[in-house]
């Protein structure tokens, strides 16, 4: 059975950080790109990241650049996105997604996790 799990969600004070999880099972992830991506309350969902399988190349949404780092560990099955210095605007639903096109669109990819909670408040 294809599965992702996030983890790692939570609350954080601004300026904090969390590192989120994403493990797979079922099938091998580094065949995959794989996109974080976020829902707030009444919003679209948005892409944060992705990483692609071939080479690693990393991909940031402006509104993350130099706060998100994306890193795959191959071993494990699991990809993941440290998150530095969050602030309230960072608050959502975090999913993980697994597809053969590394792209910031939601609608390429094939696999969904269920998502994790992030909310940033003081």
């Known amino acids: 059975q294809v599965q992702l799990v996030e983890s790692g969600g939570g609350l954080v004070q601004p300026g904090g950080s969390l590192r989120l999880s994403c493990a797979a099972s079922?099938?091998?992830?580094?065949?995959?790109?794989i996109g974080w991506f976020r829902q707030a309350p009444g919003k679209e969902r948005e892409g944060v990241s992705y990483i692609v399988n071939s080479d690693r190349r990393t991909y940031y949404a402006d509104s993350v650049k130099g706060r998100f780092t994306i890193s795959r560990d191959n071993a494990k099955n699991t990809v993941y996105l440290q998150m530095n210095s969050l602030k309230p605007e960072d608050k959502g639903v975090y999913y993980c997604?697994?597809?053969?096109?590394?792209?910031?669109?939601?609608?390429?990819?094939?696999?969904w996790g269920q998502g994790t909670q992030v909310t940033v408040s003081s």
């Open positions: 079922g099938f091998t992830l580094d065949y995959y790109a």
């Open positions: 997604a697994a597809g053969r096109v590394p792209t910031i669109r939601p609608g390429f990819y094939d696999y």
